[in-house]
């Protein structure tokens, strides 16, 4: 018989080789995916994760998708933390994007080095307000959360759209639903020359640290964490439940509308109606990935990106769908929290036999 | 003779733990028998392996002379054990019929049940109304309830797990008075406690655990209660004494405090009065549900209270939260241990830092000195003997003994002028007991002042000089131990007339 035990205390080995036991079986279930779809696995292997990373090209355009991945990630793992599910960081993002556009927009080739600054206070404001939406709504009328985020996202969705079709529509674009193109001084300046890789991942990475001594030196992040784990106790240690709930969402909705500007202003280079791409919600899947930690969140985003990045390339070659990046990031998830289990738990394999 | 169960070696371990360790013993068909020891010395493992829940590693079982092992609580029960748990398990919004219909196997509710269990209530004496719900009953009629519940399966082996750490002294005595009926009438009864004087009381078998061993197989009768304690523990008991009784002035007071509960089945609190000195030490008795987690709620500032109604050190504090009115040296230790006044999944140098007054230096400007915190940790583990592999164990890895040591420790190293403790000695082993109460008072010899609010009515009564009783929301003035005052007591506790 195998059963489940607790540990008496978590197991630091597992900590480390539970997500390497979670890569290689996701790995293992890709080549029973490619098998029944009747590809060639090693092959398909090889496109989807190692080729990405020998090509310069492909190399910088993960570092391109990870910075925003990242941003967001931080921003959900505090309300994660604290147990306030934001889950329309993309709302929030998209929001973050309009607002620090239309200011970009406004100032259309005025020069100066205040403008991109100024932009990307008034998307991290936007995207506060968008989220204090639902923090508001919580804290006064016990409305939740869950809904109340997911659903601004559509909404903000739809904003975009009236945007680029009406006030914010590029006046020479031939009716195209697309902003005027940035200039030089609203453009996210490039770290890597030849690539799109911007500052945004610089500000992403700089922005873990920070999150990283906040949550381990601050009393705010013990207050967020024992929050999300012991509301009673919070309450018993003088923390207002209140102040968590919305300091967890501005933060969140904070970050995730700069990642938004940083994405309008970077690689985009212009506000167009495809402008959301998922990134909020997959970020809820770096966040776990990550078990919440900031550093960890670099990681888990790069590997994601990866998967972006791997997928096309591995539709482009084996012709297959583009859902098989979302396959990927389901069952990497999936694995990695139920390998996760194995910490706090371990098998034990009992031979007994009763009399 | 053939015995109702029959233990023969029997050991359990989990991983490195010994919980069990080659226990044997024997009960008699209609005898009351005492299952005693202290926290973790394996009562409640052996308890599971006779009620089917767990396994044993090694050794066997005999009922009435036949092999015995059950795999579930199901076959355990089909034998004819049944059991009394400490924490109930009943339905507050269901009525005691179907909530007792709930709890067996096989039947449906119907006028049959419903006489059976007036039958049942009536034969022991055991006085419940089918028709109540049971959100509305006291502690001691949720007890009835469960123990019909097992009377309904017919049993053999009645368990009862600490059965009277909730009544009140006159419940006491009825339900011993019920027990010693159904002994005579041929069920077995195992009976799980540490208060000792009861079970001299009421059993002649006991079975004394300790560390997982068998120590002794007994007649408490013919021990002393001091005697049974030493087996129990393995050492000597300290007696409590209060030496230099010094009353200051007042130092915090509560005035006319009322509030409303916000919980449905929550008690409203009436025109509370309460002044405590310094150097003192008061307590609050009383049944439980009777207001006192909404007056913790309020001491601690958790839930509000209507303005200048607590004042302390002649500040009205009630716009103050948990933590400012610790950084004016008033700390509390909560009831409940996991959840409250402890984060379970969070280690003990963590759980320190949720009372930390800036006098503690474990933050400054809002940054954290781990160093300075597990440093503080480390103080209270070795100075409260908590027994812990690392400062940085998850809290709810530790025993509830070990806990509430902590967690007091954590608030006497604060070296408060007010302490605020609600059942500081709630299921803690008999020696730990003894030193939580011996550093209380020699906290208040120090000269600072503790507020005990317990149901433990023999604690109250060895532990403080001025006693009052909390019934339904309402706080009698403090009782004259000089005059009657233990009769005094239980009338209050049982809604007696407030002078």
């Given at each position: 018989m195998i059963r489940l035990q607790t540990r008496t205390d978590s197991s630091t080995l597992m900590v480390f080789f539970s997500p390497l036991l979670a890569l290689i079986l996701t790995a293992f279930s890709t080549f029973v995916v490619f098998f029944l779809a009747g590809v060639d696995g090693f092959g398909a292997f090889y496109v989807l994760f190692i080729e990405p990373l020998t090509s310069l090209y492909s190399f910088s355009e993960m570092l391109v998708k990870a910075a925003p991945l990242i941003m967001i990630a931080l921003g959900l793992s505090i309300g994660f933390r604290a147990g306030v599910w934001n889950i329309g960081a993309e709302g929030q993002y998209v929001i973050g994007a309009v607002a620090g556009s239309a200011v970009g927009l406004y100032f259309y080739e005025v020069e100066g080095f205040w403008l991109l600054p100024l932009m990307s206070l008034v998307a991290i404001i936007a995207g506060m307000s968008y989220a204090g939406i639902a923090a508001f709504l919580r804290t006064k009328?016990?409305?939740n959360e869950i809904l109340v985020t997911l659903m601004l996202t559509y909404v903000a969705i739809l904003f975009l759209s009236a945007m680029v079709h009406g006030p914010l529509r590029d006046p020479d674009g031939f009716n195209f639903p697309e902003s005027r193109l940035f200039h030089d001084s609203a453009t996210l300046p490039i770290i890597w020359q030849g690539t799109r890789v911007h500052i945004g991942l610089a500000v992403a990475v700089i922005l873990a640290f920070v999150s990283y001594f906040w949550i381990n030196k601050h009393i705010t992040g013990l207050q967020i964490k024992i929050s999300g784990n012991a509301p009673r106790a919070a309450k018993f240690a003088g923390f207002d439940e209140n102040k968590t709930v919305w300091l967890s969402l501005l933060v969140s909705g904070g970050v995730a509308g700069l990642a938004g500007v940083f994405e309008a202003t970077g690689p985009i280079g212009q506000l167009v109606p495809?402008?959301?791409?998922g990134y909020g919600f997959t970020a809820i899947i770096v966040a776990f990935l990550a078990r919440l930690n900031p550093i960890g969140i670099i990681f888990s985003a790069l590997l994601i990106a990866l998967t972006y990045i791997g997928g096309e390339s591995a539709q482009i070659t084996y012709d297959l769908p583009n859902s098989i990046t979302s396959i990927f990031q389901g069952m990497l998830l999936f694995y990695f929290l139920a390998c996760d289990i194995l910490i706090r738990y371990k098998f034990v394999f009992t031979f007994y036999q009763r009399q | 003779m053939k015995y109702q169960l029959e233990l023969k070696e029997v050991s359990k371990s989990f991983g490195p733990v010994q919980a069990n360790d080659g226990i044997s013993f024997a009960i008699k068909p209609g005898s009351v028998h005492a299952l005693l020891g202290e926290n973790g010395a394996g009562k409640s493992t052996l308890v599971k392996i006779i009620y089917g829940s767990l396994e044993p590693d090694e050794g066997s079982m005999k009922w009435y002379g036949e092999d015995f092992c059950p795999t579930n609580p199901f076959e355990a029960r089909e034998k004819g054990v049944a059991m009394v748990f400490q924490h109930f398990s009943l339905?507050?919004?269901?009525?005691v019929a179907e909530n007792i219909v709930l709890g067996l196997d096989n039947v449906v509710l119907d006028d049959v049940i419903i006489s059976k269990i007036e039958k049942y209530s009536k034969q022991y004496g055991l006085s419940i109304n089918p028709h109540q719900v049971v959100g509305d009953l006291s502690v001691g009629a949720r007890q009835r309830v469960e123990i019909v519940r097992c009377l309904m399966q017919n049993p053999k082996l009645l368990i009862m797990d600490e059965p009277t750490s909730v009544l009140t002294p006159k419940e006491v005595t009825d339900l011993f008075l019920t027990l010693r009926k159904l002994a005579d009438n041929g069920c077995a009864i195992l009976y799980i406690s540490h208060k000792l004087e009861e079970v001299r009381q009421i059993c002649k078998y006991a079975t004394i655990l300790r560390n997982g061993s068998l120590i002794k197989n007994c007649n408490p009768q013919e021990h002393t209660k001091d005697e049974i304690a030493e087996m129990m523990i393995g050492k000597k008991i300290i007696k409590l004494a209060r030496e230099n009784i010094k009353h200051g002035k007042e130092i915090f007071s509560i005035n006319s405090l009322s509030s409303k509960s916000n919980n449905m089945f929550g008690v409203d609190l009436k025109d509370i009065n309460l002044s405590v000195r310094q150097g003192s030490i008061t307590g609050i008795a009383g049944v439980a549900g009777n207001g006192q987690d909404e007056l913790m709620r309020i001491l601690i500032g958790e839930d509000n209270a209507p303005a200048s109604s607590l004042e302390f050190k002649g500040l009205d504090?009630?716009?103050?939260t948990s933590h400012q009115r610790r950084q004016l040296s008033m700390f509390f230790v909560p009831e409940?241990?996991?959840?409250?006044?402890?984060?379970?999944?969070?280690?003990l140098d963590e759980n320190m830092l949720l009372s930390r007054p800036n006098s503690s230096k474990m933050t400054r400007n809002n940054i954290i000195d781990w160093k300075q915190v597990r440093n503080l940790t480390n103080n209270v583990v070795d100075t409260f003997n908590v027994m812990t592999p690392?400062?940085?164990?998850?809290?709810?890895?530790?025993?509830g003994g070990n806990l509430q040591k902590f967690m007091v420790g954590r608030e006497l190293i604060q070296n408060p002028e007010l302490l605020i403790i609600a059942q500081p000695t709630w299921g803690v082993d008999a020696g730990s007991a003894n030193n939580i109460h011996q550093a209380l008072i020699a906290l208040a010899d120090s000269g600072s002042s503790v507020l005990i609010i317990s149901q433990d009515l023999d604690e109250i009564l060895s532990l403080c000089e001025q006693v009052h009783v909390l019934y339904n929301g309402s706080l009698s003035d403090s009782v004259d131990m000089q005059k009657n005052g233990l009769e005094k007591i239980s009338q209050l506790m049982l809604g007696g007339a407030i002078q």
């Open positions: 009328y016990q409305v495809h402008l959301p791409s | 339905f507050e919004s269901l009525t504090i009630t716009r103050l409940e241990r996991l959840g409250h006044g402890a984060v379970p999944s969070m280690g690392s400062v940085s164990a998850e809290a709810q890895s530790l025993s």
